[in-house]
T-cell receptor, first 113, second 113 residues
Framework: DAKTTQPPSMDCAEGRAANLPCNHS???????VYWYRQIHSQGPQYIIH???NNETNEMASLIITEDRKSSTLILPHATLRDTAVYYC??????????????FGAGTQVVVTP | NAGVTQTPKFRILKIGQSMTLQCTQD?????MYWYRQDPGMGLKLIYY???????DKGEVPNGYNVSRSTTEDFPLRLELAAPSQTSVYFC????????????FGPGTRLLVL
């Protein structure tokens, strides 16, 4: 699976949109981009995933560049409860790699009042 | 649904002792996983299972054993505990028919002294 690069930390004001970047320049055509987050001391929580089209759900939006070498997770209206470590993960869809999520260090997001 | 449950929540072991971390899911997921997370680090995959009776090693399997006799349960066995196994252990499960998202349990905090 391709590796990802994320900034170690970022701050965001409550009520504003939080834009979290992720670089995955070695991504291959059959690999998906996944985002998880981990609130302190809890298990990771799935947020969203996509292949090449932009995706939106009730939690966030995922914007993937046309060349698929980078993506941005958007939290539209950040709240204090969104303070967490956010992980960008690239994962293949072969049987051997379906489940194996490779977590990096992630981005520590702090939402301030 | 209770989702993924883990017991115990916290345990202190002496060096050389053994224990089993329990994990149960009630979502009828085929895939189950064990991760460990050391302080300030991302998660590392220990073992995973694609169905009852089938298990395979992840990134850091040494010192651990698993079994999968039912769809619901995926216990992790620590033999001869060592201080290097002090960590937080997360169990997760997912659908097995595509690049689905993983659901994580609340974690077991283990301290080996």
């Amino acid at each position: 699976d391709a590796k990802t690069t994320q900034p170690p930390s970022m701050d965001c004001a409550e009520g504003r949109a939080a834009n979290l970047p992720c670089n995955h320049s070695t991504i291959s055509g059959n690999e998906y981009v996944y985002w998880y987050r981990q609130i302190h001391s809890q298990g990771p929580q799935y947020i969203i995933h996509g292949l090449k089209n932009n995706e939106t759900n009730e939690m966030a939006s995922l914007i993937i560049t046309e060349d698929r070498k980078s993506s941005t997770l958007i939290l539209p209206h950040a709240t204090l409860r969104d303070t967490a470590v956010y992980y960008c993960i690239v994962r293949g869809r072969t049987t051997d790699s379906w489940g194996k999520l490779q977590f990096g260090a992630g981005t520590q997001v702090v939402v301030t009042p | 649904n209770a989702g993924v449950t883990q017991t115990p929540k916290f345990r202190i072991l002496k060096i050389g002792q053994s224990m089993t971390l329990q994990c149960t899911q009630d979502m009828n997921h085929n895939y189950m996983y064990w991760y460990r997370q050391d302080p300030g680090m991302g998660l590392k995959l220990i073992y995973y299972s694609v169905g009852a009776g089938i298990t395979d090693k992840g990134e850091v399997p040494n010192g651990y054993n698993v079994s999968r006799s039912t769809t619901e349960d995926f216990p992790l066995r620590l033999e001869l505990a060592a201080p290097s196994q002090t960590s937080v252990y997360f169990c997760a499960s997912s659908y097995g028919t595509g690049p689905g998202d993983q659901y994580f349990g609340p974690g077991t905090r283990l301290l080996v002294l």
